[in-house]
């Protein structure tokens, strides 16, 4: 099963992030998969890999969350993957310390990984916080209708940096989270 390395918001931008879920989840944009339906914490994934070395891996991880600084964050605007079943996101602005512990990340990645996901290399990789998977075509300007009503940007901070493992798109466990300092 694949793995993501994720960081996390803090606790009162999950709350302003949840009130925007419940908005999504009140419009009933038809079949649309909301990110709290596939049991994950708001997050930016700076990486996404098929098989690990967990014990390495979780090494790694401590000791790039205790050379990291917790990040403030922006989501600052709106976007979608387009498709037959959208993906519907908010963006952070991307700064340079955002970009250093991504790069930071993908520097050590080789230590417990032959599998990183090419779609989050350095280069190709869009950050994003997930709100709705699977949204139909017809939900789209009734989605944007409701998120464009709110209040932007949301600030908040990036104070955690973890490990879910999911299968078809849905969290199985999380294997690990460090709080950054």
């Known amino acids: 099963m694949p793995f993501a390395i994720e960081l996390f918001f803090d606790p009162g931008c999950e709350t302003r992030l949840r009130r925007l879920i419940k908005g999504l989840r009140d419009t009933q944009l038809g079949g649309t998969v909301l990110i709290e339906d596939v049991k994950a914490r708001f997050h930016i994934t700076l990486a996404v890999c098929d098989h690990v070395n967990e014990p390495v891996m979780r090494k790694v991880l401590g000791e790039i969350a205790q050379a990291t600084h917790s990040l403030p964050v922006i989501l600052s605007s ?3 993957f ?3 079943e959208t ?3 908010l963006a ?3 700064d340079p310390e ?3 512990v991504h790069r930071a990340l993908h520097a050590r990645l080789s230590e417990f990984t032959e599998s990183p996901w090419k779609l989050y290399r ?3 990789w869009v950050p994003h916080c997930t709100l709705a998977l699977k949204l139909p075509r017809e939900g789209v300007q009734k989605a ?3 998120l464009m009503e709110n209040t932007f940007p949301i600030t908040g901070e990036l104070i955690d940096i973890g490990v879910s493992e999911f299968e078809a798109g849905a969290v199985k466990r999380y294997v690990c989270d460090f ?3």
Do not use: C, N, Q, S
């Open 144 to 146: 944007l209708d409701l």
């Open 92 to 94: 952070p602005v991307v």
């Open 87 to 89: 993906v519907l996101f």
């Open 82 to 84: 387009p498709a037959a």
């Open 98 to 100: 955002l970009l250093e």
């Open 122 to 124: 350095p280069g190709r």
């Open 78 to 80: 709106l976007g979608m």
């Open 179 to 181: 709080p950054l300092i």
